[in-house]
C-alpha cells in the first residue's frame, strides 16, 4: 500500500471528527506592559554547550534559533554562567537583533521590567527555582523538559503560575504536533479497538562519562558556584561538567527524565490520561561502563494507568558491532507503540503507520512534522498566550507537564529504592505482567548482545510505589523513603520556595 501523505492524512482525519537576593516580587498576575501588536521581549537563560560530547548543541542555542523564526517575538537579553557561552551567542545575537543584555546571572534578568517573558533551558537541578522567581517577578515562562527535578518542585512550579498570573508552557514540544493530535483522535474514535497498553522507547547508544578521578575542574569560564545553585557544590565525578549532569542524581534525572519525558508525554496523551498514574515500578541500572554516572543507562518502567498501562523502555548500552546492536520492538526503537484489541499504531511525530494484530501494515503516513517545526509551533503557541493571556493558547501548560514529569519521577524513586536482583528472581515478582515480562526479557537480550550478563551483573528491581495524586505524596509501602525523594535540601541562597495560595 503506497504511503498517505500528511496533507491529505489530516485533511480525511478531520473530516472524521549569591549575595545577591531572590529577584523583585511581584504580587498579582499583572499582564505584560506592551500593547497586543508589540513583539514579546525574551530573555533566553541557559544558552548550552555547542561542544559537549554526547549533547545535541546547546539547548538553549536551539531555542534561539527558533524564537527568531516568530515575528511576534524578540530577544533582548541572554544570560548563561559560563562566560564562554554567554560571548558567543551575544556575538551573534548582537549581530542579528542589536542591543542585547547579558548577564550571568539570571536574577538579573529576572529584574528586569523590560522583559515579558523568559525561555529556560538550564540544567533540571534548576528549573523550579528559576521558573518560581520569572513567575514571582511578573515573567511568563517557557521551560525546557522535564517540567522539575523532583516531584515537590513540580508542584511548586505549578502552584507559582496559578497564584501569579503567568503563562507557564514546557518544552514538550510533540504537544505541538497537528499529526500525532490527528493519529490519536483516530484511535480514540476506536478505529483499532480499545487501546490495550502503550511502550514508550529511547534506544539511544551513549557512552561513558569517566570517573573524575582525579576530580576535574569545572571551566575557568565558569561561575561554579552560581552553575550548581540549588544543588550540592560538590567535585565533579566525570570528565565534562556540561551535558554529563544528566547522568547524575544531584542534577539530573538520567534518560528517562532527559529523552524518555518526550514519549512518555506522547503516550500519555494517546492514552486520554489527565495526572500521574496511581503507582509504578522499575527494572534497570547502569550497566557496560564504570564511571562517574550514577543514573540507569538502562530501564524498563512501568506506570499503572489503567485500563491500559504505559510502559517505557530505556536502552543507551551499543557496544555490540553490526545492524541493530540494541533491538528494536514492533519495528521501533524510538518513539511509541500504541496497542489495541484490533491492532497497533508504531510512530512518532514524524510518522508512522497502523498494522494489524499480525504486524501487517494497514496504512503508512508520511509526512509528519518535522523537529524544527515542532520546537517552531510550540514557542508560538507560548508567544500567543503571553500576548492573549489565554491559558488555552498553551499546547503543553505547567500541569500537564508536571504530570508527564511525575511519571519519570515516580520509576525513578522506585529504581533507586530498589536492590540488585537476579533475573530469574525478577520474572517471579513480575509474573501475571506479561507485557511487563516480554519488555524485560527484551531488555535482557539486548544486553547480552552488548557483552552485559544480568546474572552476573544483577538489575534493580525497585518496589511498586504508590503516589496519592490529590496529596502529591507517596502512601503505602515505602512512602517515607519516597517522600524523602521526593524533596531536596538547599543551599542557601538558591532555596525553592513553598507556594501557598492567597
Known amino acids: 500500500m503506497k504511503p498517505i501523505p500528511r496533507r491529505r492524512f489530516l485533511e480525511s482525519s478531520m473530516a472524521a471528527g549569591l549575595a545577591l537576593g531572590a529577584p523583585r516580587l511581584m504580587t498579582g498576575a499583572e499582564p505584560r506592559s506592551g500593547g497586543p501588536n508589540e513583539a514579546v521581549r525574551v530573555g533566553v537563560i541557559g544558552l548550552g554547550a555547542t561542544n559537549a560530547v554526547g549533547g545535541v548543541g546547546g539547548r538553549g542555542h536551539q531555542l534561539i534559533g527558533r524564537l527568531r523564526e516568530i515575528s511576534g517575538a524578540r530577544i533582548v537579553a541572554l544570560c548563561d554562567a559560563d562566560q564562554a557561552h554567554l560571548d558567543r551567542e551575544v556575538k551573534a545575537a548582537r549581530d542579528r537583533e542589536g542591543k542585547v543584555a547579558a548577564h550571568t546571572d539570571l536574577r538579573r534578568i529576572l529584574d528586569d521590567k523590560n522583559i515579558d517573558a523568559v525561555v529556560i533551558a538550564l540544567p533540571n537541578h534548576w528549573h523550579a527555582l528559576a521558573t518560581v522567581w520569572a513567575c514571582q517577578a511578573g515573567k511568563d515562562v517557557y521551560v525546557e523538559k522535564p517540567f522539575s527535578y523532583n ?98 542524581w544531584d542534577t539530573g534525572n538520567g534518560e528517562i527524565g532527559n529523552n524518555g519525558i518526550h514519549v512518555i508525554d ?55 558491532k553490526g545492524a541493530d546492536p540494541m533491538g528494536s520492538f514492533r519495528g521501533r526503537n524510538k518513539g511509541i507503540v500504541i496497542d489495541c484489541e484490533g491492532g497497533y499504531f508504531a510512530g512518532d511525530s514524524s510518522g508512522g503507520a497502523f498494522f494489524d494484530r499480525q504486524g501487517k501494515k494497514i496504512q503508512d503516513i508520511a509526512d509528519g512534522d518535522t523537529p524544527k517545526a515542532l520546537e517552531t509551533a510550540h514557542l508560538s503557541s507560548f508567544v500567543a498566550a503571553v500576548r492573549s493571556r489565554q491559558t488555552s493558547d498553551l499546547t503543553c501548560e505547567a500541569l500537564q507537564g508536571h504530570h508527564s514529569t511525575a511519571c519519570c519521577h515516580m520509576a525513578n524513586v522506585s529504581h533507586r529504592l530498589g536492590k540488585q536482583t537476579a533475573p530469574e528472581a525478577i520474572r517471579t515478582a513480575i509474573t501475571g505482567n506479561g507485557e511487563l515480562a516480554a519488555a524485560f526479557d527484551r531488555c535482557s537480550e539486548a544486553l547480552r548482545k552488548n557483552g552485559v550478563e544480568l546474572d552476573a551483573t544483577p538489575a534493580t528491581l525497585g518496589p511498586w510505589v504508590t503516589l496519592d495524586a490529590k496529596q502529591g505524596r507517596f502512601v503505602g509501602d515505602f512512602a517515607d523513603a519516597a517522600n524523602k525523594l521526593s524533596r531536596r535540601t538547599y543551599r542557601e541562597p538558591f532555596v525553592v520556595p513553598e507556594i501557598t495560595e492567597g
Open 151 to 248: 516531584l515537590w518542585e513540580g508542584q511548586q512550579m505549578v502552584a507559582a503560575a496559578r497564584k501569579y498570573g503567568r503563562m507557564v508552557q514546557v518544552g514538550t514540544q510533540n504537544r505541538s504536533s497537528t499529526f500525532l493530535r490527528q493519529v490519536f483522535e483516530r484511535l480514540k474514535g476506536g478505529e483499532l479497538g480499545a487501546i490495550r497498553f502503550a511502550h514508550a522507547l529511547v534506544y539511544r547508544a551513549r557512552n561513558g562519562i569517566g570517573s573524575g578521578d582525579p576530580p576535574a575542574s569545572p571551566p575557568a569560564t565558569l561561575d561554579y558556584d552560581l552553575w550548581c545553585g540549588p544543588a550540592p557544590k560538590k567535585p565533579l565525578t566525570r570528565n565534562q561538567l556540561h551535558y554529563d549532569w544528566h547522568w547524575v
Open 266 to 320: 506522547i503516550c500519555r496523551w494517546a492514552l486520554g490520561q489527565d495526572g500521574p498514574p496511581p503507582r509504578a515500578m522499575s527494572i534497570g541500572g547502569r550497566f557496560g561502563f564504570h564511571d562517574g554516572g550514577e543514573t540507569a543507562n538502562t530501564q524498563v518502567a512501568l506506570l499503572d494507568y489503567r485500563p491500559a498501562p504505559l510502559i517505557c523502555e530505556i536502552r543507551n548500552v551499543s557496544v555490540a
